[in-house]
């Protein structure tokens, strides 16, 4: 049943993110014209020890209403922020990492004080991520969501 699948899913990604199952995979971001990399993407995928990797399309619904998705977009944009800090030392072309967040993890209170700290842990400057919101995320309580993009804007 549908209940059983949602319960199954759930404690799968509770042990998921104790026991490190998430990887990233980069998109490149190019330009088009000239060819050039203008950024990337990160997007998590599921490292199931049984069932192999999953999409989030297969998981994100059920992380966001169980309330996982907050410690699961954490730890993404921590990876994220870390491993592009990591190329940029390494030299390669400094470039934003894009990182996606969910209407919940926007909404969650303290979050831009959570971006501001996991830049300073990895030492990314501001300039270096990008954080994709869709519409229907800003939607909710316009207010409280303008007040949230005027905060990340400060921060660089």
């Given at each position: 049943?549908?209940a059983?699948r949602?319960?199954?899913?759930?404690?799968?990604?509770?042990?998921?993110?104790?026991?490190?199952?998430?990887v990233?995979?980069?998109?490149?971001?190019?330009?088009?014209?000239?060819?050039?990399?203008t950024?990337?993407?990160?997007?998590?995928?599921?490292?199931?020890?049984?069932?192999?990797?999953?999409h989030?399309?297969?998981?994100?619904?059920i992380?966001?209403?169980?309330?996982?998705?907050?410690?699961?977009?954490?730890?993404?944009?921590?990876?994220?922020?870390?491993q592009?800090?990591?190329?940029?030392?390494?030299?390669?072309?400094?470039?934003?990492?894009a990182?996606?967040i969910?209407?919940?993890?926007?909404?969650?209170?303290?979050?831009v004080?959570?971006?501001a700290?996991?830049?300073?842990?990895?030492?990314?400057?501001?300039?270096?991520?990008?954080?994709?919101?869709?519409?229907?995320?800003?939607m909710?309580?316009?207010?409280?969501?303008?007040?949230?993009l005027?905060e990340?804007?400060?921060?660089?």
């Amino acid at each position: 049943s549908h209940a059983v699948r949602r319960l199954f899913v759930e404690t799968s990604l509770r042990r998921a993110l104790r026991q490190g199952e998430f990887v990233l995979h980069y998109q490149p971001q190019v330009d088009l014209a000239s060819g050039a990399l203008t950024g990337s993407e990160a997007l998590i995928r599921w490292r199931d020890p049984i069932l192999g990797l999953i999409h989030p399309k297969d998981f994100v619904a059920i992380a966001e209403q169980c309330g996982l998705i907050v410690p699961i977009g954490r730890w993404v944009l921590r990876e994220a922020c870390r491993q592009n800090q990591s190329w940029l030392q390494a030299g390669l072309h400094a470039v934003p990492v894009a990182v996606n967040i969910s209407a919940v993890e926007i909404r969650q209170k303290g979050f831009v004080d959570g971006v501001a700290r996991i830049l300073n842990e990895t030492g990314l400057a501001p300039c270096f991520l990008e954080l994709e919101l869709t519409e229907g995320s800003l939607m909710h309580d316009t207010e409280a969501s303008a007040l949230v993009l005027g905060e990340l804007k400060a921060m660089g």
